[in-house]
């Protein structure tokens, strides 16, 4: 079931987006090489908590798998997503997505960025170009009478269009009241299918986008999605409310 979020809920929701909004651009500003995944887990759970929030993701489980275990996902490279932050130093030349959930007066919020360490390659930053835009694309999907999956078509047509491989074993969600709701977003789909997409919704858009094909497994920590291929994966992501018809983006500082 879909839920429909009253002005109120959003109000919550958009206070928790906007703490998701800045504690990603704090963690980005010290995304440097050198500097450890575990540290940027820390710069981010002390920003939330400062914020009288509290990390959406720490302890968050699903499917039977081992509650995770920090703050923020950081998924180097050919992770995908759900990376788990450690000691590892980031090297001149990767590509780290960072996702982070917030919940705040019991409201989510969720967004990701994939930023550059150091100088990267022409390919990597096209990769994290195409997959940017798609997201706001999709974005654009949403107006009077668009139903769910224009919004897949969108981020699929553009991205393919481009010579990427959206991953199809992950997708974007409803968020508000839980960190994940109905309805589930494929990155991938076809025009005028769907749900009509009605005021009141709150969604989290995430497309992510592979460098080759894009089959994904999950790694022995239970947790990190990587590309089979090995090849670099890029992620961008945020939470929208229906609001008279159009997209309000409510992850923005």
Known sequence: MILIKSKKDIDYIRESCKIVAETLQLVKAHAKVGISTAELDKIAEDYILSNNAYPAFKGYSQGGSPAFPATICASVDNEVVHGIPSERMLKDGEILSIDIGVVKNKYYGDAAITTAIG???????KLMDVTEKSLYLGIEAVKPGARLHDISYAIQEYVESNGYSIVRDLCGHGV??????????????????GPLLKDGMTLAIEPMVNLGKYNVKVAADDWTVVTKDNTPSAHF???????????EILTVS
Not at 176 to 193: A, M, R, T
């Open 237 to 247: 992501e945020h939470t929208i409310a229906i609001i008279n018809g159009k997209a």
């Open 176 to 193: 508000g009241k839980h960190l994940h709701e109905d309805p589930q977003i494929p990155n991938y789909g076809k025009k005028n299918s």
């Open 119 to 125: 100088k990267i390659s022409i390919d990597k930053q």
